[in-house]
């Protein structure tokens, strides 16, 4: 049975909006402000996740969006990015945009997104990652389909702008299973939802 693990970039209040600065937030860019010593082991950090996942889960937008930064990269990370199959939600999306069509498979779930990704972590083995995709990641957290919580917590605090975690219908209690320092400055902490709490 696969397992589903959302992986974040967020600022230390949350904020998962435009962290390069390509989309016009005010505050976005976000990300950019880390130093080098924390991008290099920020970039082994996601190197090691990449090598380890099965799959890639994704809404439609993060997949176009990775297509056009990734496709064109090489070497050890992009390689093996751009090579994993990916499964798209979206109901109008007729095949993944971000694909190498030597080596990556995958498809788009176009039906119910509870019904298909539950099918999917019955039919995979191994971690199904998720990046960006907030929409995706709010349905997947409200229906209990999350496994693991992967975040890397930049030290940055914003006041404003799209937060990872929206409304839900019920609280969700997490347990902190893994922590520590990535670099000089940045956060990754691991969670686990805590089972009929």
Sequence with gaps: MGKIIISE????????????????FRLGGWYLQMGDNDREAWAKLLLAEALGAE????????????????????????????????????????EPKWSDSTASKGRVLKGDVVDEVSKLKQELDGDLVVYASSR?????????????????????VLGAGERLFGETSDKKPMRLVHARTVGDGLAFLTYQPVQDA
């Design 9 to 24: 970039n967020v600022s230390l209040d949350g904020v998962v909006q435009d962290p390069t600065g390509e989309e016009g």
């Design 55 to 94: 799959a890639l889960l994704l809404g439609r937008r993060t997949d176009e969006w990775f297509a056009t930064r990734w496709l064109s990269r090489t070497g050890e990370w992009a390689d093996r990015l751009n090579s994993l199959p990916k499964y798209v939600v979206s109901a109008t999306l007729q």
């Design 136 to 156: 995706l990641v709010h349905t997947l957290m409200e229906h209990d389909l999350v496994d693991e919580l992967r975040l890397t917590v930049f030290p940055v």
